[in-house]
């Protein structure tokens, strides 16, 4: 994995601002039921979910994280909710989508991305793999919405993300 980049959001977590391409067998989990974690409220993951990393989507309020169950790698959307000190912060699952597969010739980037030229926090992307310092031949393109709290598919035009 790429280099780790320590960031904070109410504690020190740990985040990677790219994840490798994926080469497992097609999920097992259904799409109606990845839509089934919205909603969900916690502190720490449920049993039997890992934890990949993520990224402060915006103010400290929003995040996204990534979450595995078996092969099932997804993008949890959360947002953070009242916290009355001790423990960790709880958050609540806004909107999940599942990461498609993709060549070990691309990676995902993330929380260091821009568009139009103006730094985006909200995008994330699947990019050529490339020695540049900076990401332009975007594949895929998404935004963590954090107006309407959901993750949106858009253009990959005006995309860049930073190689971390």
Partial sequence: MKSLLSLTLMGSILFSATLPAIS????????????????LTYRTLPKGFKDNGGWVVKGGRYRADFVQRGNTRM????????????????????????????PRSQELHFAFCTFNGQDDREIF????????????????????????????????????????
């Fill in 75 to 102: 993008i949890w959307f959360t947002k953070a909710l009242p916290w009355n000190r001790g423990g960790a912060v709880p958050v609540q699952v806004v909107d999940v989508m599942e990461l498609p597969t993709f």
């Fill in 24 to 39: 497992q067998e097609p999920v097992s989990v259904s799409r109606s039921n990845i839509r089934s974690y919205i909603g």
């Fill in 125 to 164: 992307a699947i990019a050529e793999a490339t020695d540049e310092d900076i990401r332009t031949n975007i594949r895929r393109a998404w935004r963590a919405n954090t107006k309407t709290e959901k993750i949106e598919s858009t253009s990959p035009k005006g995309v860049a993300c930073k190689q971390i």
